[in-house]
């Protein structure tokens, strides 16, 4: 599917001045797919390396005690079989479960800036592990940020434009031509645009729901989709959370998004979510979930 970040990784790759990327965004929003199935498999066909840390044990292991960049270079390049020149690109998938890879982007941009290198990952998970470093946690003293030496992107789920140039690419040009030469739409093509953001707002922006109602056109089928995915992301309160008094807020907290995104006023309303309940009662949990 066609997706509008790819025109930031494009921009990104014909800087000369580039720095190792990093694309943030939450889970199934199509991080992988954009990097990997899209962008690497259009610009770098063959010539491209590709590590999960979730699966490549033996990589993460690698990578979690060192993060010298020539050391790594040398370690993927035997460990894949390929030579790692300035035309390789390497992708460095799920790095929150590598935080070490991290701070060896720095010495990626110091000592071998010519190699493009793009991390994705959680920035929920890594920003836990910066507040952990900084309370003095042992276990996390290896981890610094390369501020400075990095770009950064942000990945969110599929807009509306998005969702209509892969549904109907024709109606996209259509509006597009429109809204450029400000001419108002035909009354009919008008209706058959709005029938569409009816179906945006059922189908929503997450990639897996989206494709599975362009190729089916079943609108059942993408709500089930998104049921999986909420399910998953109230499962994954635990990992963001240290109590489970802090988890059963979570929990409850983005089960009630709805309510007080629906209320007239867009302060946030404790009362919405738990009788005589106050602010300061979410106000952690609230900031780990936005």
């Known amino acids: 599917m066609e997706r509008i970040a790819l025109q930031n990784l494009m921009k990104w790759n014909m800087n000369k001045r580039k720095k190792p990327l990093i694309v943030w965004g939450a889970r199934q ?28 044990d033996d990589v993460r292991e690698f990578c979690e005690k060192t993060a010298n960049a020539e050391k790594i270079i040398e370690y993927l390049s035997l460990f894949k079989a390929k030579q790692i020149t300035e035309n390789t690109l390497l992708i460095f998938d ?36 910066r507040e952990t470093k900084k309370r003095g946690a042992k276990e996390n003293n290896k981890f610094l940020f390369p501020v400075g030496k990095i770009n950064q992107i942000t990945i969110y789920p599929m807009t509306f434009d998005e969702f209509l140039m892969n549904s109907n690419k024709m109606l996209y040009n259509a509006i597009e ?24 707002l059922l189908v929503g922006g997450m990639p897996e729901a989206v494709e599975a109602y362009i190729d089916d056109d079943n609108l059942f ?19 963001y959370q240290a109590s489970q008094e802090a988890v059963l807020r979570s929990r409850v907290l983005f089960q009630n998004i709805y309510k007080e995104l629906n209320k007239e006023s867009k302060n946030f309303s404790p009362g919405l979510i738990e009788e005589k309940s106050k602010t300061r009662d979410f106000a952690t949990d609230f900031v780990k979930i936005s």
């Open 94 to 129: 799920e790095v929150q479960e590598c935080p070490n890879i991290i701070s060896s982007l720095k010495y990626f941009c110091q000592d071998f800036r010519e190699i493009p290198v793009i991390a994705t990952g959680s920035m929920v998970r890594i920003k836990l592990q």
């Open 29 to 56: 929003v199509g991080k992988t797919y954009l990097v990997k199935d899209i962008f690497a498999e259009t610009y770098y066909k063959d010539n491209y390396i590709y590590i999960d840390f979730k699966k490549e």
């Open 177 to 200: 031509k429109a809204y450029e030469t400000k001419t108002p739409l035909d009354a009919k093509i008008h209706e058959l645009a709005m029938e569409h953001i009816y179906k945006y």
């Open 221 to 239: 089928e993408a709500r089930e989709i998104l049921k999986v995915l909420y399910d998953n992301y109230l499962a994954d309160m635990e990992l």
